[in-house]
């Protein structure tokens, strides 16, 4: 890494994105980054998902200009239309009966941004198909807490890769965090070797 950029930076809270981050070897510090994660209306959600993730980014990097600041976001998508994380558990339910038996798109954005820069962006879809869902398994899931911060409303690398009968991409992406994008715009940065 560039000595002016020194520092790398996660801005997100979420733990499953922290984790996939260590996998990379690479020192870095955590630091949530606040935004306003409402969607526009007909924005499409590959346009979505990099806006968000550089607001993210560009977020970190004007509380800590000296570092090189990742940001992603995920969106999961049926339909064409957005989920976002749920509101409540009853939203959650809902988000879950219309996945279920069928096959959705989850699209994740990542963005590297550093001081004297532009920053950069990548989109990045996966496809996943859950079996059908009976209204007992949706309820027990929903119970357990974890699809409530969750896009889309469930975790594929928890209890919802029961779920899952098929999966089109990097498990990675659907996590929230695809590693080879990531990789790359750290690389193009000169974040991560050359």
Do not use: C, N
């Amino acid at each position: 890494m560039s000595s002016e950029h020194s520092t790398l930076l996660l801005a997100s809270a979420s733990p499953r994105r922290r984790e996939l981050m260590a996998t990379l070897g690479l020192p870095f510090e955590v630091l949530a980054a606040e935004i306003d994660e409402s969607l526009p209306s007909g924005e499409a959600p590959e346009r979505s998902v990099v806006r968000l993730a550089a607001e993210k980014a560009e977020t970190g990097l004007k509380l800590r200009p000296e570092a090189t600041v990742l940001g992603a976001d995920t969106l999961v998508v049926l339909d064409g239309f957005a989920f976002g994380k749920p509101r409540d558990a009853a939203q959650a339910r809902s988000m879950l009966r219309e996945l279920s038996g069928r096959t959705h798109r989850v699209w994740t954005g990542v963005a590297v941004a550093s001081a004297g820069a532009p920053t950069l962006v990548r989109a990045v879809v996966a496809e996943v198909g859950f079996r059908a869902l009976s209204p007992q398994e949706i309820d027990a899931y929903v119970k357990t807490g974890e699809p409530l911060d969750k896009a889309g409303a469930y975790a594929i690398q928890g209890r919802a890769s029961a779920f899952v009968t098929e999966l089109r991409g990097e498990l990675s992406t659907v996590v929230g965090l695809p590693m080879s994008a990531t990789i790359e715009l750290l690389r193009e940065r000169g974040a991560f070797g050359q």
